[in-house]
């Protein structure tokens, strides 16, 4: 086994239409276009010596991280019985900001760990990816995905033409789980009819969303729970976004621009924080 390297995109929601919590497990239905960006996270494998256990070191998130649970839990679907690895990951993306960072981590270890074991199967990949959280099998390949059921339901898509896209991150955290309980409170999810035509509406032009579907249903929860987010959002859109939307369940605030260049610009002009991406694989 040699070492590899793999990068963790983030991602953003351009669009999350949010349905009602499932009877089986819980988790909240939705309909999302996510889109991959070129902020990520980088990810190195390394052999282990013989006896030891897989590790991980990831500056700045502290706990059970998900990128090791990824390893284990590819080592109990295959049975790959494959050397100890030790996971180094250099964290850009912001933690518990609404951007899956450590779903990406977590994608991108199932992507490291089978090329070790000679596994090419995104299928099983996402199967296993679903068991550590709604997010992850989405990032199994980075890309423009439209993710249904809770996230584990993932089709991929054509990337889209380059656009900006501006990244504010916040000194704040959202846990994920406190933000659907806010939804919940707030009565924001839709009956499952009026998410079915969410999601055909979504699917009719996911390939380049019309403005009025570029509409993230966690916002206002976000903001309930955080509401320094108002003042971002005026930000962005101040500095000419086409639109300012709450990343995922936030508390971070992303704009959307047409052109790269202005949201490389807006980044330079906004308070220290802010970072420009693209579109993950395009030009
Ligand atoms: P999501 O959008 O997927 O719901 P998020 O972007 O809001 O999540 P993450 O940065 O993925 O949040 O982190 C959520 C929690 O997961 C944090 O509390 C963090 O401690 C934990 N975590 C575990 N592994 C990682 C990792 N590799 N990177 C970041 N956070 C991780």
Redesign the pocket.
Same mark, same amino acid.
């Given at each position: 086994m040699s070492a590899a390297t793999d990068v963790a995109p983030a991602k953003v929601n351009l669009c999350l239409f949010l349905g009602p919590a499932r009877a089986a497990d819980g988790r909240h239905e939705l309909v999302s276009v996510m889109q991959a960006v070129t902020l990520a996270?980088a990810l190195t494998l390394t052999p282990a010596g013989a006896g030891a256990a897989d590790s991980i070191a990831?500056p700045g998130?502290?706990?059970?991280? $998900? *990128?090791l649970a990824a390893v284990r839990a590819f080592r109990a679907r295959t049975g790959w019985a494959g050397p100890p690895v030790h996971l180094e990951?250099v964290?850009r993306?912001?933690?518990? *900001?609404?951007?899956?960072?450590?779903?990406?981590? *977590?994608g991108a270890a199932l992507r490291l760990v089978a090329a070790q074991a000679g596994i090419a199967d995104d299928g099983l990949l996402r199967e296993i990816a679903a068991t550590l959280?709604a997010?992850v099998p989405a990032q199994v390949r980075p890309g423009r995905v439209l993710a249904t059921g809770a996230g584990e339901h993932v089709e991929m898509l054509a990337p889209p033409p380059p656009y900006g896209v501006l990244v504010v991150p916040s000194s704040e955290? $959202? *846990?994920?789980p406190d933000v659907f309980r806010e939804a919940d409170r707030l009565g924001l999810p839709r009956e499952p009819a009026a998410l079915a035509a969410a999601l055909a509406e979504v699917r009719a032009h996911a390939a380049d969303l019309p403005d009025a579907l570029i509409v993230n249903e966690l916002e206002p929860a976000a903001r309930s729970l955080c509401p320094s987010i108002d003042a971002t959002l005026a930000r962005v859109r101040d500095a000419g976004a086409d639109h300012a939307l709450v990343a995922?369940?936030g508390p971070t605030v992303i704009g959307l621009f047409a052109e790269p260049a202005q949201a490389e610009r807006a980044a330079r002009e906004l308070p220290s924080g802010a970072v420009a991406a693209r579109p993950w694989g395009t030009a």
């Open positions: 996270d990831c998130v502290n706990g059970d991280n $998900l *990128a990951v964290k993306i912001p933690v518990a *900001a609404g951007m899956a960072g450590g779903s990406a981590d *977590a959280g997010d955290r $959202l *846990a994920t995922g369940s």
